[in-house]
């Protein structure tokens, strides 16, 4: 049961965080999703963070880590808002940005993961 909990209180804040970051920083005049961007790649650079950090002489608790990835970080990142919006560049035949915002989002993630996982080395 503390799991689960760890990981509601954790996926709570950061959906919080992540509507406060999308709510200021996603642009309705040019469409860009600027905010989902900025969260999934901070996310992305925080679990690279955190893994490192739990696999490094055992620094987090094993609870720590579910909070943190699981429950922070899975709320914080957003797989099906990047979906959903890219489905609207598509929509809307604006397949530059449609590729732009895919690859980026892509590249730039997983860069940002492992740049988190050297960074607690």
């Given amino acids: 049961m503390k799991q689960f909990l760890l990981v509601f209180l954790g996926g709570g804040v950061g959906s919080v965080l ?15 999703p600027y905010g989902t961007f900025l969260a999934n790649i901070l996310g ?16 987090l608790t094993q609870s720590q880590t579910l909070l943190l990835t699981t429950g922070f970080c899975g709320g914080f990142t ?8 890219n489905h609207v560049f598509l ?6 940005s449609f590729a732009l915002y895919t690859i980026a989002s892509f590249v730039i993630g997983f860069l940002a993961v492992f740049a988190g996982m050297f960074l607690v080395r």
């Fill in 18 to 32: 992540r509507y406060i970051i999308g709510k200021y920083l996603n642009s309705a005049e040019s469409g860009i």
């Fill in 78 to 85: 957003t797989f099906s808002t990047f979906a959903y919006e």
């Fill in 91 to 96: 929509k809307a035949g604006d397949f530059t």
């Fill in 44 to 59: 992305s650079l925080l679990i690279g963070v955190i893994l490192g950090l739990a696999s490094k002489n055992d620094t």
